[in-house]
């Protein structure tokens, strides 16, 4: 599961990409659901809603979007073919955060590659009112990173984003996206301060210490 992360706007504006019109994104270190976030479609940078909110969902009582989706199933379950045939996005991500229960407690840790952007591979909707809707794609774990969360973003390497950006053949796609070499992750704890999603600085992704007394 990826249910926050974080996006660096200068790391963005070096990749030299593309924009569409009335882009505008600010630095943002806890990104939550439902948010208004950068997204790569068709090598533009344009602004859309992170959860796809179908309306069958909507009516459900209590429902959320849909903000994940699991790479396992993506060929499998309805709700997901259409997009993963024809709507393939990349993800912008600085890095992201997951929760490990230590002493019945719910403990932050950040997630990232050290001085470089990451981009998940995601699906996107249109619609009707003009909005774009995201999920962020996930797949099992790996390595340490298993360690404190079962589930992880794809992450993919470059040569992998442009396959996936590609016309290439979805069955073909998925077995060449599964065999992936496993990307290096680095991990620390934070602080808890980012379970509040009021928190948006820059401090949220600082290693956590231990204050001496």
Not at 91 to 108: C, M, T
Not at 182 to 190: D, L, T
Request: aromatic share 14%; with cysteine.
């Amino acid at each position: 599961m990826c249910g926050r992360y974080h996006l660096d706007v200068n790391t963005l504006y070096e990749e030299n990409m593309q924009e569409e019109e009335n882009f505008n994104y600010e630095n943002n270190f806890n990104i939550t659901p439902q948010s208004k976030v950068p997204l790569v479609i068709d090598d533009k940078l344009t602004m859309a809603i992170w959860g796809f909110f179908p309306e069958w969902l909507k009516s459900q009582k209590n429902s959320k979007p849909l903000f994940n989706t699991r790479w396992e199933t993506i060929q499998e379950k309805r709700t997901f073919q259409s997009a993963y045939k024809k709507h393939r996005c990349l993800v912008p991500i600085s890095g992201w955060y997951e929760w490990r229960n230590i002493d019945n407690e719910k403990q932050p840790y950040y997630f990232y590659k050290e001085n470089q952007l990451l981009k998940a591979a995601g699906l996107y909707w249109l619609r009707s009112n003009g909005n774009i809707e995201f999920s962020i794609i996930t797949k099992e774990a790996y390595g340490d990173l298993s360690s404190i969360h079962h589930r992880t973003p794809l992450i993919l390497d470059s040569s992998k984003q442009s396959m996936w950006m590609s016309q290439t053949d979805e069955n073909l796609l998925y077995e060449d996206i599964s065999n992936q070499s496993e990307i290096p992750i680095k991990f620390h704890r934070v602080n808890k301060s980012v379970n509040n999603p009021k928190n948006k600085n820059s401090s949220l992704i600082n290693e956590y210490t231990e204050v001496p007394f």
